[in-house]
């Protein structure tokens, strides 16, 4: 049982990573597949590249995940087995749906709802949930105001460009564009899963303190990968070519965009919806040019599914915690 408990932590924490390049890694390559700036396959292997070498870029959102949001004396073995099984069941289902949800927001409801199952509100550190509650709210702005400022920039500095110029230039922009958005994305999302299975470890009596292993990381950012490979289609659909009719200048400045708030956020440790901001930058880039480009019906739909992710997730969550212990575990 010893041995078996961090085994089965670390494995949802992989399948968990999986979830994360099907649905969320998604969004960093929706963009440059649209604008057919990449084809799919050269995308793809783009974005697991850089988002494997962005895993090694800090972990100070992985602390933020492990030990920023409940006390960690609440952080039991069945609590993050919980919270982790909480954010899989609702990405799973958003992810065979086609909505693009965020992973972020659900490791945070699982976490939120595990341990207030197990241990009352009084386990969450407020503090650092309404930190980064703060960095999920003000970021989707950022990226929305961003492309807009970012895409109404280009436009005016390269009009005098003959289109198909400027569209080969932006073309070949968005390797750079989407490589720095999917470093980024590295930096951030991949450090959800690997303070999660961190956390797993040192509640398990693994480890004696709060560290995130070389090889936690690297397996994380390798599921990712994968996951990016198998999974994202869908949600690549709904994000690049649902939202609004982008060109390539339009898929550089929201790529560019994203890519620059995450990173920032990443710099802080701020665990953000990548999700959440590389959709708001595709809705700012297509606003600029007129309300009409944005196909809003898809965007309500996509704004219900991230209002329900925290909730969703938590619910699961603490559900789960009360069937674990059942069995005895607490």
């Known amino acids: 049982m010893e041995i078996a408990l961090p085994l089965l932590i670390i494995a949802l924490g992989w399948v968990y990573a999986y979830y994360i390049g099907a649905n969320d890694s998604a969004n960093s390559i929706a963009a ?12 793809v292997l783009l974005a697991a590249a850089m988002t494997f070498l962005g895993a090694f870029a800090g972990s100070e959102v992985a602390r933020t995940i492990g030990t920023g949001l409940i006390s960690s004396e609440f952080m039991t073995v069945p609590v993050v087995l919980s919270a982790i099984t909480g954010a899989i069941v609702w990405t799973a289902f958003a992810t065979y749906t086609g909505m693009p949800v965020s992973m972020t ?3 945070v409801g699982g976490i939120i709802g595990a341990g207030a199952s197990a241990h009352t509100f009084a386990a969450i550190t407020w503090e650092g949930l309404i930190r980064v509650t703060t960095g999920l709210i003000v970021s989707p702005l950022a990226g929305l105001v961003g492309g807009i400022v970012i895409v109404l920039i280009l436009l005016n500095l390269f009009k005098n460009w003959y289109p198909s110029s400027a569209t080969r230039l932006f073309s070949r922009g968005q390797i750079l564009s989407t490589g720095f958005l999917s470093f980024s994305f590295g ?3 991949t450090q959800n ?5 961190s956390a797993g470890l040192l509640a398990a009596g693994v480890t004696s303190d709060f560290v995130v292993p070389l090889w936690v990381t690297a397996s994380c950012a390798a599921l990712i990968g994968i996951g990016i490979y198998l999974g994202g289609r869908k949600v690549i659909r709904t994000t690049g070519m649902r939202i609004a009719n982008i060109k390539p200048v339009d898929g550089f400045a929201a790529d560019a965009t994203s890519g620059g708030v995450i990173y920032g956020a990443s710099l802080l440790g701020l665990p953000i919806s990548t999700t959440h901001v590389s959709v708001s930058a595709i809705m700012g ?12 019906e898809v965007v309500k739909r996509i704004v219900l599914t991230w209002l329900l992710t925290i909730p969703a997730s938590a619910l699961a969550a603490a559900v789960l915690y009360q069937f674990i212990g059942l069995f005895g575990c607490s």
């Not at 700036?37 to 050269?42: H, K, T, V």
């Not at 880039?285 to 944005?294: E, H, Q």
């Open 285 to 296: 880039v297509g606003a600029s040019r007129r309300l009409s480009a944005v196909r809003w």
């Open 105 to 107: 927001h659900s490791i």
């Open 193 to 197: 899963a690997a303070g999660v299975i």
């Open 187 to 189: 930096m951030n999302n």
């Open 32 to 43: 440059s597949i649209s604008c057919r700036a990449l084809s799919p396959n050269q995308a």
